[in-house]
């Protein structure tokens, strides 16, 4: 078999063009290239023997950092300065 370029692992979240809604891997098994996924919205129902190749990956959202205050403070005199 061919080298994939995504290998899923436990946690991921997955799609397959087959089914509507989201999966998350339960279960990876290298030894013939296959993965078992949960539907997030129906626990309990899992499909299993999903071949690598036909995961579609979700990528999870980077996650955003808020502005602390110093860096408020430190970002407003730096525009301020560089407009004078």
């Known amino acids: 078999m061919a080298t994939p370029e995504w290998i899923p692992i436990i946690g991921d979240l997955v799609a397959i063009p087959t ?17 078992d996924a949960e539907l997030i919205t ?5 499909e299993k023997n999903i071949p690598w190749g036909v995961l579609i990956h979700i990528p999870k ?24």
């Open 19 to 35: 089914h509507e809604g989201t999966l998350k891997v339960i279960a990876v098994r290298s030894e013939g290239q296959i993965a």
């Open 61 to 84: 959202p980077k996650k955003t950092t808020r502005e602390d205050f110093s860096q408020a403070a430190a970002r407003i005199v730096r525009e301020a300065t560089e407009k004078v």
């Open 42 to 46: 129906v626990p309990g129902y899992v």
